[in-house]
């Protein structure tokens, strides 16, 4: 059972902490594994069909693939980094989690998302080749390209998360063991910290505007190049058809960037405004809606993987 601390008392390097859920749902937190329980399971079956379809079929070993690889694969991390977590604490209740477990958890959560970020700027600019320079495109967009990308990719997103925990690590002693929240959020924990956090806020804040926006910048930029290369083909026709091969990125980039920017601004500028229940139901949304959302898109909107699903599946139901 989560102890309430008294006014000044103080936990010297606590060796867990407790996971309390969503505050203020009390019994109707239960009902929330409907929710969120489906979505961890779609984000496991569909992006591991995605993973399995590409590895199988060697016709889908192109760059643009691999980037959805890439994107699968981080999706599996993030969903699985916050889902059985989350799913324990709202069904049985406020659940413990050691100390340097939740540190792990805290990397994990921040580095995939960095990383998911970062994956879809470096497709907003495989389409913007595709579009503006297809005969070019063999050329500078190859197989080992998209590998040393995604590898840069990882090592920023580890590089620029790290000191979260170590930020986290350097402080002795805490207010108390409770964390208002589903999953170790970095400002969650910070919250419970007793000393001067300067440091950790300001590292918080300048991350969240430097990886988002810069990202989405680069995506707008891509996305400018692609409108200005489609404006300037002959017919409509060929516009449509040029434009419909970025449908499907779009489409995850609205699932990733809204709940993400709905969620941050509520959390900075609503406090006072919108409850803490929301705050910390729209950041699990984030985390868990694009993993789930995002191999459905792909899987219905790309001829190649649909088509390689369905043969799949005719061909299993052939041999029944």
Not at 34 to 51: D, H, I, S, T
Not at 146 to 160: N, P, Q, S
Not at 186 to 205: K, P, Q
Not at 263 to 268: A, D, I, N, P
Request: proline share 7%; net charge positive.
């Amino acid at each position: 059972m989560a102890e309430t601390p008294q006014p000044n008392s103080t936990f010297l390097h606590p060796t867990f902490f407790i996971l309390t859920g969503i505050p203020g749902l009390r019994g109707a937190q239960t009902w929330l594994t409907l929710v969120f329980g489906p979505m961890y399971l779609l984000a496991l079956l569909g992006n591991g069909a995605l993973l399995a379809v590409v590895w199988i079929d060697s016709v889908l070993h192109q760059p643009m693939f691999l980037l959805l690889v890439t994107l699968a694969a981080t999706d599996l991390g993030l969903a699985t980094s916050v889902a059985p977590g989350l799913l324990a604490v709202l069904w049985l209740g406020p659940q413990p989690v050691p100390y340097a477990a939740c540190l792990v958890q805290m990397f994990f959560v921040h580095a995939l998302t960095a990383m998911e970020s970062g994956v879809l700027l470096a497709m907003a600019c495989d389409r913007a080749v595709a579009v503006g320079r297809p005969l070019h495109y063999p050329i500078l967009v190859t197989k080992a390209r998209v590998g040393y990308a995604a590898l840069a990719l990882a090592l920023k997103a580890v590089a620029i998360v790290v000191p979260f925990p170590l930020l986290v690590a350097r402080f002795e002693h805490f207010r108390a063991k409770t964390i208002g929240h589903a999953y170790c959020a970095h400002m969650a924990v910070v919250e419970l910290v007793v000393g001067n956090t300067w440091a950790n806020n300001l590292y918080g804040l300048a991350l969240s505007l430097a990886v988002s926006g810069v990202d989405i910048l680069g995506i707008t930029g891509s996305y400018g190049l692609i409108a200005h290369a489609v404006l300037q083909l002959p017919t409509w026709e060929a516009r449509a058809k040029a434009f419909g091969t970025c449908s499907s990125h779009i489409c995850v980039i609205l699932a990733f960037y809204v709940p993400g920017l709905f969620s941050y601004l509520t959390h900075r500028f609503g406090r006072h405004t919108v409850p803490k229940p929301m705050h910390i139901l729209l950041s699990n949304i984030y985390l868990l809606l694009p993993p789930a959302l995002n191999p459905l898109i792909y899987g219905v909107r790309t001829k190649q993987i649909r088509g390689r699903l369905l043969e799949t599946f005719i061909f299993r139901k052939s041999q029944l």
